[in-house]
């Protein structure tokens, strides 16, 4: 039972341009959102995150988007970089039990 | 310098031999956990600690097992019983079981001879 879902495997964007990563997940009661950036063999580490009841949370570059009526959440790159090239994880949390999407690999292009 | 770490970078196992895949923290976090990486799939739960000489199974917990001796330590062994055990192992910690972010290690990645 995937509840948390990342429906793009991958995405492609230039370098300077807006990278839009999205995760939907199924269960209302996700009270809290992580997204997680992930190198080739190594650990992910924590980006940005959001609680519910929040609907918008911005560090920097990245800014987080949470649409608790369709259940959606998005990443906002701006503007790309090539060392944004990683594979990014969305997290959902409830009572302390975290649940993963399958991941999106950001590829940015110079 | 917190942080996590975990030992060996990469490791092999033999047929009906076990493992113990090492993870050790030095964040004073209540909480640590294991996750299993396969491709194309997310993180899966394998098992959790809440605190010392507690731990609780995860959504993929047979064939392995582990132990919560120490606040800072929280071992993985991977028995002969895990049928597919290849795959990439990562350890996390939070500060407590209720703490909303997790820390990753580097990740142990375990090959079958």
């Known amino acids: 039972d995937q509840q948390v879902k990342q429906n793009s495997p991958s995405l492609s964007v230039q370098e300077g341009r807006i990278s839009i990563l999205n995760c939907d997940y199924t269960n209302s009661m996700f009270d809290y959102f992580l997204w997680y950036k992930k190198y080739p063999a190594e650990g992910p580490t924590f980006l940005i995150s959001i609680s519910s009841i929040k609907d918008k949370n911005e560090d920097g570059r990245f800014t987080v988007f949470l649409n608790k009526s369709a259940k959606h959440l998005s990443l906002h790159i701006v503007p790309s970089q090539p060392g944004d090239s990683a594979v990014y994880f969305c997290a959902a949390i409830l009572r302390g039990d975290m649940r993963f999407g399958a991941g999106t690999r950001l590829t940015v292009k110079p | 310098d917190g942080g996590i770490t975990q030992s060996p970078k990469y490791l092999f196992r033999k047929e009906g031999q076990n493992v113990t895949l090492s993870c050790e923290q030095n964040?004073?976090?209540?909480?640590m956990y294991w996750y299993r990486q396969d491709p194309g799939q997310g993180l899966r739960l394998i098992y959790y600690s809440q605190i010392v000489n507690d731990f609780q199974k995860g959504d993929i917990a047979e064939g392995y097992s582990v132990s919560r001796e120490k606040k800072e330590s929280f071992p993985l062994t991977v028995t002969s019983a895990q049928k597919n055990p290849t795959a990439f192992y990562l350890c996390?910690?939070?500060?407590?079981?209720?703490?909303?972010?997790?820390?990753f290690g580097p990740g142990t990645r375990l090959l079958v001879l």
């Open positions: 996390a910690s939070s500060i407590s079981a209720g703490g909303k972010t997790q820390y």
């Open positions: 964040l004073n976090h209540d909480a």
